[in-house]
């Protein structure tokens, strides 16, 4: 068992706690524990075996017990009997939108709901209007959140649908009688969320059966939903769908395009294929009917449109057949060209690491420079920063630079927007920052008019350099607030603003939908993993794969500078109000 799944076990203990209602201090050294874990750098089998783990800060005795228990067997007997002690349904209302544990044990103790189905006919009866905290407004947002989770049940986030896909797609392709492979489907265009999970592959016709008999018998497979020659269908562990289908070597490339999709983009691909005087299907392009043209891969497909190659994940029928007939598609940014990160958290805050770890660990993926941005004073779930913390914290950043000759770390905050648009910080500790990302963390339930006033207010303070995820979704788990994105937008190009592209895959905001907008205003936008631990560092690949998504270009992405110039942009955009 790795770091990650005894992390998730202890997360899971605690929210089980707070459903028994047992000291919430238990809870909380279990959430606690959990973080402490997320961000270990060390192996957690190796502390375990020398018993380490038993020195580190945030895990007592007892808890090391559990994790000692849990890696060295896989199984922990504590976890089990908690979990068979409450209904499963409880847990699952916790995927509820604004619903915690302590509103579901007190449904569960008094009206005896005890699943989603039994809460949404408990809303409609009006049963929790007169319930002791609750009331109508409260009943109202319950169900508006169970139609938030009904609509995104069937959808996984990108890293959990990657994670799942990459060891099949590598089984399947590693496989002797394959001759090509491809994950294929939204996850191959970097959709921000997934449904399914699609593998197109090439073989022999004799070679079907035994490879499709492979398929459903690799480890992560669950439930057989479908076997065939052509198609089989699998559930895997992880609860998501995914699909193997084989055609001929010949037929590779147009069933590759077909099942990447979008079907926007076929459809409007097929339009085209007619207007041109030819077929398009999964099986092939054809003229006359039933004459095919020989396309080795996609390349050559849309080369025989006159159009130039059109990369995965820009197949949303958003205007990318025209630019290719045109010779506009763009140079999409690389992961390769990022050359540093900005917006980090550490310990200070509500990080998992020490700066000096997020700094070596940064420095050692081949960065330039990290910028840490740790809460500003008001967050105080979050041990915001005071101004004398943010002193002794630039203190250690000093004498950490002091060490490094091909690296920087950036003073860095993420101040919050409070609710009248004023930011958490007065101006002098503003002005001792190297760069200001703004984020709003409270007062989420706004009007648009609202939310434009409180963000635009914000993004005119002289200090400011970045707007901070500026929707405040979580994927899959609560959608932004009804900002209008493009008049930030605007707001941004007139003073220079840049945007963040939140890459840690729950947030993925700004949504690559508006990035395209602001390209043709000339906003820059900065890919930033909002990285809690040393492992949240790699989030910047998803980012990467929105920005792109987003049409975006190397010139695009602020942090696609180097160490100079981006110290350089960082100067002059501060000395530009401090001459003022």
């Not at 039994?118 to 407004?137: I, Q, S």
């Not at 099949?168 to 939204?186: C, F, N, P, T, W």
């Not at 006033?453 to 405040?472: D, F, N, Q, S």
Request: glycine share 6%; with cysteine.
């Amino acid at each position: 068992m790795d770091k990650k799944e005894v992390a998730a076990i202890l997360q899971e203990i605690a929210v089980l706690l707070e459903l028994k209602g047992e000291n919430p201090f238990k809870s909380r050294a279990y959430e606690n524990a959990a973080r402490v874990i997320s961000g270990l750098t060390k192996d957690i089998h190796e502390l375990v075996e020398t018993g380490e783990i038993r020195n580190i800060k945030g895990i007592g005795e007892r808890i090391a017990d559990k994790i000692t228990e849990l890696v060295k067997t896989g199984r922990l007997k504590y976890y089990e009997d908690l979990k068979a002690s409450i209904p499963p349904g409880l847990v699952e209302m916790t995927a509820i939108p604004g619903l915690g544990p302590k509103k579901i044990k007190k449904m569960y103790e008094i009206l005896d709901i005890k699943n989603i189905a039994e809460l949404e006919y408990a809303c409609k009866e009006n049963r929790l209007v007169d319930l002791e905290g609750f009331g109508e407004r409260t009943q109202e947002k319950i169900l508006q959140g169970i139609e938030f989770v009904k609509k995104h049940r069937e959808r996984h986030l990108y890293h959990q649908a990657e994670a799942a896909a990459l060891p099949l797609y590598e089984a399947v392709s590693r496989h002797h009688k394959i001759i090509r492979a491809s994950i294929a489907g939204s996850l191959r265009r970097k959709k921000e969320t997934i449904k399914d999970i699609d593998i197109v592959a090439s073989a022999e016709d004799r070679d079907r059966e035994e490879i499709m008999d492979f398929y459903v018998k690799l480890p992560d497979v669950e439930i057989i939903t479908a076997k065939g020659l052509t198609k089989s269908s699998v559930v895997l562990k992880s609860g998501i769908n995914a699909d193997l289908r084989i055609v001929t070597d010949e037929q590779f490339p147009y069933a590759l395009h077909h099942f990447t999709g979008s079907a926007e983009h076929n459809t409007a691909m097929r339009s085209l294929a007619k207007k041109m005087g030819m077929k398009m299907s999964e099986y092939g392009l054809f003229k006359n009917e039933t004459e095919l043209i020989p396309c080795k891969d996609e390349v050559e497909i849309f080369a025989a449109f006159g159009l130039d190659y059109i990369p995965p994940e820009l197949r949303e029928d958003n205007g990318e057949i025209e630019a290719a007939a045109e010779h506009r598609i763009p140079k999409l940014v690389e992961l390769n060209e990022i050359k540093g990160i900005l917006h980090c958290h550490s310990n200070f805050s509500d990080g998992a690491n020490s700066i000096e770890e997020m700094a070596l660990a940064t420095r050692e993926m081949g960065y330039q420079y990290l910028g840490i941005c740790d809460h500003s004073q008001s967050v105080y779930y979050a041990k915001g920063l005071s101004p004398d913390r943010v002193k002794e914290q630039h203190e250690i950043i000093d004498e950490l630079n002091s060490r490094f000759s091909d690296f920087k770390i950036f003073k860095g905050t993420e101040c919050d927007i409070l609710g009248d648009g004023s930011l958490d910080y007065p101006e002098d500790v503003l002005a001792s920052f190297d760069f200001v990302v703004i984020s709003v963390h409270s007062r989420l339930n706004m009007s648009e008019e609202e939310a434009n006033e409180r963000i635009i207010k914000a993004m005119r303070h002289p200090y400011v350099t970045i707007l901070g995820h500026p929707t405040g979704r979580l994927l899959l788990g609560r959608d932004g607030y009804p900002v209008n994105m493009y008049k930030i937008i605007d707001v941004a190009a007139e003073l220079g603003v840049v945007i963040e592209l939140n890459a840690s895959p729950h947030r993925l905001d700004i949504d690559w939908r508006y990035c395209k907008y602001a390209k043709d205003k000339g906003v820059l936008i900065s890919i930033n993993p909002d990285a809690h631990s040393v492992d949240g560092l790699n989030d910047i690949k998803y980012g990467v794969g929105i920005a792109r998504k987003g049409w975006l270009e190397k010139p695009n992405i602020l942090n696609t500078l180097s160490l100079q110039e981006i110290e350089q942009f960082f100067k002059q955009r501060k000395s530009k109000f401090q001459s003022n």
